[in-house]
């Protein structure tokens, strides 16, 4: 089975869909965080916060999880947390990591072109036999699948959020 130029911009395609999907959740972490930080209104505060990586975000919220005494608080922002860190981690692989044809198998795949990239990635019987190991482009989709849910596990946290913390402002 051949790759045709069809094949080059569908994945070329999905891969645009994935980092304008990713930027998106990003942001939304930003509320996110804001949120569960209960930092004060002000109009620079989201933009210090979207001045931190997206996985020291994470960091944030998955500690803040920890000291959550809730079960479905805490479930919900760890499972959110390990969303976005699968969604980044696929992410990172399209942006920084070849795409490459595999006419043998007839599909597109990421194949590491970095030399630490590529010693993780490679393993190793003998001198002459070894293998290493290359992502298809399909992981993009999945992603892009574990994206959308992100968001609208995202947008439900936002959400709850904003109630909670009108809850607690009426109580004072």
Known sequence: MSI???????AHAEIGELVVLYTVLDHQLNHIVMGIARVAESPMVEAVIATLDPRQKIEILK???????????KKGLKTHADRLERVARVRNMA?????????????LE????AAVKLMKSMTIVSREDYSVERQPVGRVKEAIELGQKAFGGGQYLISKLMESSKASGSKS
């Open 4 to 10: 045709t130029e069809e094949d080059w911009r569908t």
């Open 63 to 73: 500690a803040r999880a920890d000291h959550m005494q809730q079960a479905d608080w």
């Open 95 to 107: 942006c920084h990591v070849p795409l490459v044809a595999n006419e043998a198998k007839g599909i």
């Open 110 to 113: 990421f194949a590491p072109a």
